[in-house]
């Protein structure tokens, strides 16, 4: 049995609470493992993350492709080669649901909360984890950072969430790993919950 749900509306955060992202796995048995490695340096301040957080700011793949070519030069070109084949395999880097989110989902669902996304993310990802994983369609909007310019934990793109979902956040919970995030949901009057697991998740959602 569900329980009785504490909140009118949840607002899910997607990677790593609703969905499994593994970035190299697009690239995996593609191109040399030391290719990977170097791509995916955190080390490297123009490496793959730095671009990851530009593109759930906007940025194009193509803009992406071109600054990094510019700041790697030719000693990046396999690298620059491997990214490349990451934006055009990067579906597969959605490798699942958590478990335990579908049926969390269902059960809110079930029960007449409304749910929804906040997320720092690509329309092109969004989409096509939805298409991918079914669940994910009872969502009823997914406020993605890339549309707005603004990625959390800053305010605004809260308060964006919070008006265009119509929700009063003084019943509406808002799930996130990053504690920041968490923190930064709570700030805006939600009430921001770290996610550790589904299990965890559930008991705090339902009495």
Request: aromatic letters at 12%; a negative charge.
């Amino acid at each position: 049995m569900a329980g009785l749900v504490q909140y009118s509306d949840v607002i899910f955060d997607f990677c790593d609470v609703l969905v499994d992202w593994q970035p190299r796995v697009p690239l995996e048995g593609q191109v040399p493992e030391s290719v990977i490695d170097y791509l995916f340096d955190r080390n490297d301040p123009y490496g793959f993350w730095h671009y990851d957080e530009l593109s759930d700011l906007g940025w194009s793949e193509e803009r992406v492709l071109a600054d990094y070519a510019q700041h790697h030069g030719a000693a990046g070109s396999e690298q620059e080669q491997a990214f490349q084949l990451y934006f055009d395999r990067q579906r597969l880097a959605l490798v699942g649901m958590l478990p335990g989110m579908p049926e969390i989902l269902n059960d809110l669902d079930a029960a007449g909360v409304r749910c929804w996304g906040l997320t720092n993310f690509t329309v092109k990802y969004v989409e096509a984890a939805r298409e991918l994983f079914p669940p994910l369609r009872l969502l009823k909007d997914v406020v993605v950072s890339s549309v707005e310019r603004i990625h959390k934990p800053n305010p605004e793109i809260f308060h964006r969430a919070i008006t265009r979902f119509g929700v009063n956040p003084a019943h509406t919970a808002f799930v996130d790993d990053k504690p920041w995030n968490a923190q930064a949901g709570t700030a805006a009057g939600l009430h921001g919950i770290r996610f550790t697991d589904a299990v965890a998740l559930r008991a705090q959602l339902f009495a």
